[in-house]
């Protein structure tokens, strides 16, 4: 690459963000700071500030700002709070790419406006395509803005995908670990705790993305996000637990070929990418080594006992505003379970309860997206409210 590309990366004090410094960090020559912005972890974004030395930071809870402001004040980085400066910071004419890794909902106004200015998306955050992919795919097609897959499934896919645009897809087969209840029955989830559920085997993530995948809710909404990121039909998308996690997703074609994206799970290799495409760049991370994985294991998602991935399965073939109200409705009970205010499997039960009782609207307009995500959390809130 010749002139390095501006980076603004939204939530740059989470597992995607931190990842993301790491690859910038081995790529000065090609990657430069343009802007970083947290919600909470003002010491994290102060500490990235000063080594990355960005043209603008947002610290999105507001009480913290002057203590950022204060600490960048010699640097001559401009400092801003809340979300809407958020939203307004990635319209930046200085910006090229924007990795978008905010937690949850959060994502999907901030999106809507890089790509409105233009701006070439990085998505790690699949709320934001699980919530309103027919808006997002519509805006990027009308703004000329491409997305690029940092989950390291659709990353796959695409890697898959590259030089294949042109030859239709069989179907697309997403790989999950399985999480660290593989195989467990509903007896055994009954007395889940918040600790068991936030150890997983194979990846480091966050609190919210680690239940999600103990509960397969994390699978379901990438399900979702493959819909809109790959323009397929429901039936075109398979899931297959593969507890090794070292292939990462397949492609199947029309005659019957099935290409697969393999490595270790480093959440890395897919941000390099990325930010990259269309090239691969050097990199220091540890290489797979087939000696040490002589079984690779496939086996059928248990969607009875999961019932988050049929969950969302479902949102996905009722189109409208269902996968809204799923994704909200999730946000909601995976923090009750943290909050040891649910259990594992009632977190199933509250979302399918606030499915049936939401609205449904078939064509929903951005408002209608913002309006149906509320009315969810409300309802699942006082559903909560009720069993305590």
């Keep these: 690459m010749s002139e390095p ?6 939530g740059s004090t989470g597992s995607i963000g931190t990842q ?29 500030a000063l080594e990355f030395q960005p043209n603008a930071v947002v610290i999105g809870n507001e009480s913290n700002y002057q203590k950022v402001k204060e600490a960048l004040l010699p640097h001559d980085i401009k400092v801003f709070a809340g979300q809407k400066a958020i939203a307004q910071v990635v319209e930046m004419d200085t910006i090229d790419v924007v990795l ?11 999106t809507v406006h890089a790509i409105k200015a233009g701006k070439q998306i990085a998505l790690a955050n699949k709320e934001t395509l699980v919530v309103a992919g027919e808006i997002i795919t519509a805006l990027a097609k009308e703004n000329g803005v491409n997305i690029y897959p940092v989950d390291s499934e659709h990353s796959a896919i695409f890697q898959c995908l590259v030089g294949e645009f042109h030859n239709p897809i069989e179907k697309i087969i997403l790989t999950a670990s399985g999480g660290p209840f593989r195989g467990k029955d509903r007896e055994f989830l009954q007395t889940v705790t918040r600790e068991q559920a936030l150890k997983h085997p194979n990846w480091d993530m966050g609190a919210k993305i680690t239940i999600d995948s103990a509960s397969l809710m994390n699978k379901g909404l990438e399900v ?8 397929l039909k429901t039936e075109q998308i398979e899931v297959v637990v593969h507890p090794q996690s070292i292939i990462h997703s397949l492609v199947q074609f029309e005659d019957g070929s099935i290409k697969a994206q393999l490595g270790l799970p480093d959440m890395r290799i897919p941000i390099q990418f990325a930010l990259s495409y269309p090239h691969r760049l050097k990199s220091d991370f540890e290489r797979f080594n087939f000696a040490k994985y002589p079984n690779l294991t496939f086996e059928q998602p248990d969607m009875k006992t999961f019932r988050n991935l049929q969950l969302a399965f479902d949102a996905l073939a009722k189109g ?12 909601v009970a995976v923090a009750a379970f943290l909050n040891r205010e649910v259990g594992f499997l009632e977190m199933s039960d509250l979302i399918e309860e606030t499915m049936t009782q939401t609205e449904f609207i078939s064509h929903p307009t951005l408002q209608d997206y913002i309006d149906t995500d509320q009315r969810a959390r409300e309802l699942i ?3 909560i409210k009720s069993r305590v």
């Design 5 to 10: 590309k501006r980076i603004a990366i939204l």
């Design 20 to 48: 993301t410094l790491d690859v910038i960090r081995q790529h000065p020559e090609d990657f430069q700071v343009e802007v970083l912005t947290a919600q909470n972890n003002c010491d994290l974004l102060i500490a990235q």
């Design 100 to 110: 978008t890794a905010l937690v949850g909902y959060s994502g999907l106004i901030p």
């Design 224 to 231: 979702i996000e493959a819909k809109w990121l790959f323009g």
């Design 320 to 331: 409208g505003n269902s996968p809204c109200v799923l994704n909200a409705a999730n946000e």
């Design 381 to 383: 809130e006082n559903l």
